[in-house]
Nanobody, 124 residues
Framework: QVHLAESGGGSVQAGGSLRLSCAASGYTDSLTWMGWFRQAPGKEREGVAA????????YYVDSMQGRFTISQDNAKNTVYLQMNSLKPEDTAMYYC?????????????????WGQGAQVTVSS
């Protein structure tokens, strides 16, 4: 059993930055992908970024690339999402997810273990 706990959310003004953390605890062996997803009110959950745990390769949706950076610290069993130049449209609940399987890294169906979410609110 793997438990994911997000932290680092909050409220910032447009142009500001936040760093989300996702700490994995419990049985963390054999995890393949770790990803960040977000869901704004009234909208579907969308992929943000993902990292392949075994080799550190990263993937981003076009709208996030250049502003958001995903990284991991395997020694701490933690994945991060550095968010810069935040915009009001980035306001959403951000979820960390992981899996022991394979699949498209920015597709939510790839993942079967999810954190509780961290709220990010960007004001103008």
């Amino acid at each position: 059993q793997v438990h994911l706990a997000e932290s680092g959310g909050g409220s910032v003004q447009a142009g500001g930055s936040l760093r989300l953390s996702c700490a994995a605890s419990g049985y963390t062996d054999s995890l393949t992908w770790m990803g960040w997803f977000r869901q704004a009110p009234g909208k579907e959950r969308e992929g943000v970024a993902a990292i392949y745990v075994r080799d550190g390769h990263t993937y981003y949706v076009d709208s996030m690339q250049g502003r958001f950076t995903i990284s991991q610290d395997n020694a701490k069993n933690t994945v991060y999402l550095q968010m810069n130049s935040l915009k009001p449209e980035d306001t959403a609940m951000y979820y960390c997810a992981t899996t022991r399987g394979d699949g498209w890294p920015l597709t939510s169906s790839t993942y079967n273990i999810w954190g509780q979410g961290a709220q990010v609110t960007v004001s103008s």
